[in-house]
T-cell receptor, first 113, second 118 residues
Framework: DQQVKQNSPSLSVQEGRISILNCDYTNSMFDYFLWYKKYPAEGPTFLIS?????DKNEDGRFTVFLNKSAKHLSLHIVPSQPGDSAVYFC????????????FGTGTRLTVIP | GAVVSQHPSRVICKSGTSVKIECRSL??????MFWYRQFPKQSLMLMAT?????????EQGVEKDKFLINHASLTLSTLTVTSAHPEDSSFYIC??????????????FGPGTRLTVL
């Protein structure tokens, strides 16, 4: 049972424009969310996270928005750069329990120069 | 900070042999390390959670006798794939939690190991 879902397997965006990657979750116990970026044949790189007490967290060109009522989060990249082309995974964890991360299936972002 | 290394990055072995993969946290101490497996075009699948000084916790469906995990120190965990078979060919990734951080959910990943069993 996939508790974290990324329904768009791929996304193409023009350089300089905004990239919006979406993620939905089903477990209401999740209270911490993360985005990772992954290049082929490499491990994921931590990008940005957000706690459920917030609805927005910003770090440079990356902003994560959390809508708890909709169980939805999104990652905005502005402006998009060719180097952002990678697979982006969202992940979630719950404070109770083992704090293990549950990953989505990833969205491949291609930024077109 | 929060660098995790993995060795080897790529290994090719014959069926029936055993392969050891090392995961090290280079600039922090990790009380917990995780081992994931990723199949092509699929998400990361957690195989096991490794706690320093105790036995690993395996996810359902993962054979603990086949995938031996040892977490001997706060900076090193090893995964040994015993009697490897072609279906074990995959991309194995480790991650670690930094014990020094207040909220320890964030995991830092190694670069992964591509295992090919002939």
């Amino acid at each position: 049972d996939q508790q974290v879902k990324q329904n768009s397997p791929s996304l193409s965006v023009q350089e300089g424009r905004i990239s919006i990657l979406n993620c939905d979750y089903t477990n209401s116990m999740f209270d911490y969310f993360l985005w990772y970026k992954k290049y082929p044949a490499e491990g994921p790189t931590f990008l940005i996270s957000i706690s459920s007490i917030k609805d927005k967290n910003e770090d440079g060109r990356f902003t994560v928005f959390l809508n708890k009522s909709a169980k939805h989060l999104s990652l905005h990249i502005v402006p998009s750069q060719p180097g952002d082309s990678a697979v982006y995974f969202c992940a979630a964890s719950a404070r109770t329990g083992a704090n293990n991360l549950f990953f989505g299936t990833g969205t491949r972002l291609t930024v077109i120069p | 900070g929060a660098v995790v290394s993995q060795h080897p990055s790529r290994v090719i072995c014959k069926s029936g042999t055993s392969v050891k993969i090392e995961c090290r946290s280079l600039d922090f101490q990790a009380t917990t390390m995780f081992w994931y497996r990723q199949f092509p075009k699929q998400s990361l699948m957690l195989m096991a959670t490794s706690n320093e000084g105790s036995k690993a916790t395996y996810e359902q469906g993962v054979e603990k006798d086949k995938f031996l995990i040892n977490h001997a120190s706060l900076t090193l965990s090893t995964l040994t794939v015993t009697s490897a078979h072609p279906e074990d060919s995959s991309f194995y990734i480790c991650s670690a939690r930094d014990r020094g951080r207040a909220r320890t959910d964030t995991q830092y990943f190694g670069p992964g190991t591509r295992l090919t069993v002939l």
